[in-house]
């Protein structure tokens, strides 16, 4: 499909039925042929004050059909070509009932072309000169940063805005070391960022964008700077207003522990580590448990295991999420791990937390090699709680 | 395990999703579930006055929401019908599958609505998860389901660049995948030579877990539409039989970290289930499997355990891209829980798109060969696993035992 004047032939056809007047077509029961050299043959019926556009073979009960090529047929449908100069030159011919054709104009709107699609380079040119007129100096207040964005590809670039006394000056290339540098590989997906199309976290997992430098400045952008607008949607504001409403929850909570996981928490207190122990199976549990899953019966004997034990599993964790008993957000990196105390086997773990600064020097167990020693350090105030142990450490 | 045959055939006839998003500021959450009601009783041909009864699932603690079914009435179309909420965690989604189909099976009802969804944008996903463990001892050290032990234990077996590879390679097939799949929440057009700077580049969560690994947070609904075989003949020309189910959990999971080797739920589900509906060689049998994987390196691993593999063959069904779109046993070709996760809705996109797979309708994500027998899970909790076999045809797979 050829465009000429940037609009296909079908791009006419198509949108026939949302241009469509129905007080146009009162009264008019009729069946129109267009053929359009090289493009192909559709057929508009009309009746009922209603229309159906159909790309056909061959036209039959035609009361007119029109010939023409692509490029006539659609300067007369978006005003660029004279239609009777183009009749009187024959480049658009009508066989059949003229007077029928001639009805058609009222029963359409005229033709809009849709706003062409900027281009990647368009948008990102336009994104940085509307940078400074979005700067919101009241979210600045106090600010002397300067922000970098490393732009990559074609039709990227380097820029840098430098935010001072509540002013934003926007400079070419990266200017000194910026506060943070927004660096982006590829700049189609800046603009996608921009428009909301993809979230930043996405390409950081990705690994297509990074941050360098203060972290904290590149999340409050989005305050600093007001959201870019593509030219010519201003007016395109939603008609109806869409809120989020924010709220917190905060409650306060007791948890019964029940006799079993109250003398495991009370042996805590005094330094102790008890297991209790299924009748039948004879397994440990840790912390302990009323009954034996499998077995389906009360644990009802104790054992004292431990304090030190081997390190099997030593998870690193990065990722800093909240405790939700507290609502603090937990300090990381910090090693998860799962010890296997003296005085248990096979799978009877232990399942606590490492001494920080240790956690990149123990071994984790595998196969026949066992992990590396550990012990508990004690709180000083025990209250019967996980943080009665304050973590374990490698015991040398 | 007890298990009696079906009371009466059920298909399911009618499959709805919305897109999948980071966020779906623009509706609320009744507004999010009509339109997957909408769309699955449409696909269905029926409307609302034929369904007898809904079945309603989501995660009890992400929006913070208790009951809300009792809201979100107005999208679900539940008024003064027979009404069920199910929450089962991650699997809450293939659990109210199962509802559908027991409910159905059981000729109490003959059409059943099952409706999952979430809107992860709204509470705390890692939060809410963590609040699942106990909070006597357990919810003090967990970090929702974001865990490093798979990778760990699969670079000790198979060594470091084989595990993280194989594991990497998945997660590229995995974007392949979401790239054709029009409702997918991220696709990001990764490829193979990129692999080595994502394993280089892509942040830390847990040990060797890397964020490009682990699923999205996403905002979606799904719904199906079940019916008796009766009501499913009238109802569509593409019934897709809901053959089997099986539930399978074990609570202690999570303190299960010692030596000795532990049956994983998903082998114990898969082992079960396979062998009462005579499968001996499910890799062979299935033409599609739509996995509950939560991260690219579970994904991996749990290959072996659905397919009661031995050694690295799950390895090479990866390497060799077996599991790609094309491959002999493509594994989500929707993307996956990788490019899509609206937790409560989760597993059960997971069953309607293995259905979309045997009807042939999954357009772009469709697998180009005939899709016979369908295989869909899915996870949660402290491992839990509910594990579906889809048929196209009624007869010639045998009567279940």
């Not at chain 1, 941050?211 to 007001?226: C, H, P, T, Y």
């Not at chain 1, 996981?261 to 199976?281: E, H, R, S, T, V």
């Not at chain 2, 009802?109 to 001892?137: C, R, S």
């Amino acid at each position: 499909m050829s465009e000429y004047f940037g609009v296909k032939v079908e791009d006419i056809f198509n949108t026939m039925p949302e241009r469509f007047r129905p007080e146009g077509a009162e009264g008019v029961t009729a069946s129109y042929g267009y053929s359009i050299q090289g493009e192909g043959n559709w057929r508009l019926t009309v009746k009922d004050g209603k229309m159906k556009i159909e790309k056909v073979d061959a036209f039959s009960s035609c009361a007119t059909v029109t010939v023409t090529d692509g490029e006539t047929f659609v300067g007369i449908n978006i005003g660029k070509v004279d239609a009777m100069k183009a009749f009187s030159s024959g480049k658009f011919k009508v066989e059949g009932d003229f007077g029928a054709l001639a009805k058609t104009a009222k029963m359409f709107r005229k033709y809009v072309p849709p706003p062409k699609e900027m281009s990647t380079r368009e948008f990102i040119l336009d994104m940085f000169a509307t940078l400074e007129k979005r700067f919101q100096p009241k979210k600045a207040e106090g600010l002397n940063v300067s922000i970098g964005y490393d732009i990559g590809g074609e039709d990227g670039g380097k820029w840098t805005a430098i935010i001072r006394n509540g002013e934003c000056a926007l400079k070419e290339g990266l200017v000194g070391k910026p506060t943070v540098t927004l660096q982006v590989q590829s700049a189609a997906d800046w603009v996608a960022l921009m428009l909301g199309r993809i979230d930043p976290l996405s390409l950081l997992s990705a690994g297509k964008a990074a941050i360098v430098g203060d972290a904290q400045l590149a999340l409050k952008l989005g305050e600093i700077f007001s959201p870019y607008v593509p030219p010519g949607e201003k007016a395109k504001e939603l008609e109806q207003e869409l809120l989020v409403l924010r709220k917190t929850i905060s409650v306060n909570q007791r948890f019964a522990t029940g006799p079993v996981m109250g003398k495991f928490l009370k042996g805590l207190k005094d330094k102790k580590i008890l297991a209790n122990q299924c009748p039948q199976c004879g397994r440990l549990q840790l912390p302990p448990r009323e009954v034996c899953a499998e077995c389906r019966v009360r644990s009802t004997g104790w054992k004292e295991v431990g304090p030190k034990g081997h390190l099997i599993v030593n998870e690193i964790v990065y990722y800093a999420s909240p405790d939700p008993l507290t609502g603090e957000t937990r300090e990381t990196p910090y090693g998860s791990i799962h010890v296997l105390l003296d005085g248990c086997q096979g799978n009877e773990t232990f399942w606590h937390l490492l001494r920080p600064d240790q956690i990149d020097q123990v071994k984790e167990a595998w196969e026949d090699e066992k992990g590396t020693r550990l012990r508990p350090v004690w709180a000083e105030h025990r209250t019967g709680s996980i943080h009665d142990i304050q973590y374990f450490e490698i015991d040398s | 395990m007890g298990h009696r045959k079906k009371n009466r055939n059920v298909a399911i006839v009618g499959i709805g999703q919305t897109r999948y998003s980071s966020h779906r500021e623009d509706v609320n959450q009744p507004e999010m579930i009509q339109e997957a009601v909408r769309l699955a009783l449409k696909d269905a041909g029926i409307s609302i006055a034929e369904v007898d009864a809904v079945v309603h699932g989501n995660m009890e603690l992400f929006e913070m929401v208790h009951q809300p079914d009792l809201w979100h009435v107005l999208g679900t179309g539940a008024y003064g019908k027979n009404a069920f909420r199910v929450t089962t965690g991650g699997t809450t989604g293939t659990t109210i599958a199962a509802v559908g189909d027991n409910l159905v099976a059981s000729g109490m009802y003959d059409v059943a609505l099952v409706i999952g969804f979430e809107k992860l944008q709204e509470g705390h996903t890692t939060g809410g998860i963590t609040n699942m463990a106990d909070p006597l001892w357990a919810r003090n050290l967990l970090t929702g389901a974001l865990t490093g032990t798979t990778a760990s234990r699969m670079i000790k077996e198979f060594g470091e660049e084989r595990a993280k590879r194989a594991s990497m390679m998945m997660r590229v097939i995995m974007d392949k995948h979401a790239a054709l799949n029009p409702n997918a929440h991220r696709s990001f057009g990764l490829d193979f030579d990129q692999m080595e700077s994502l394993m280089a580049n892509s942040p830390k969560l847990v040990g060797e877990l890397q964020l490009i690994h682990m699923c999205s947070q996403s905002d979606g609904a799904c719904a199906l539409i079940l019916a008796c075989e009766e009501k499913a003949k009238k109802m569509t020309q593409k019934p897709v039989w809901v053959r089997d189910h099986i539930t399978v959990h074990r609570e202690e999971t999570f303190n299960l970290f010692g030596n000795e080797p532990v049956e994983m739920t998903h082998h114990f589900a898969a082992r079960h289930l396979f062998e009462r509906n005579g499968i001996t060689d499910p890799v062979e049998y299935f033409d599609v499997f739509e996995m509950y994987d939560p991260s690219s390196w579970w994904g991996l691993d749990w290959l072996r355990e659905f397919f009661l593999l031995e050694g690295d063959e799950h390895l090479k069904l990866v390497e060799n891209k077996e599991i790609m779109v094309g491959g002999k046993i493509p594994m989500n070709p929707s993307g996956g829980v990788i490019a899509s996760n609206p937790i409560g809705a989760t597993a059960l996109v997971r069953v309607a798109e293995a259905a979309l797979q045997v009807r042939g309708d999954a357009g772009r994500h469709q697998i180009p060969k005939s899709v016979k027998h369908a295989l869909a899970s899915g996870f949660g909790g402290t491992l839990w696993t509910v594990l579906f076999i889809l048929e196209k045809e009624l007869t010639g797979w045998g009567d279940a035992k």
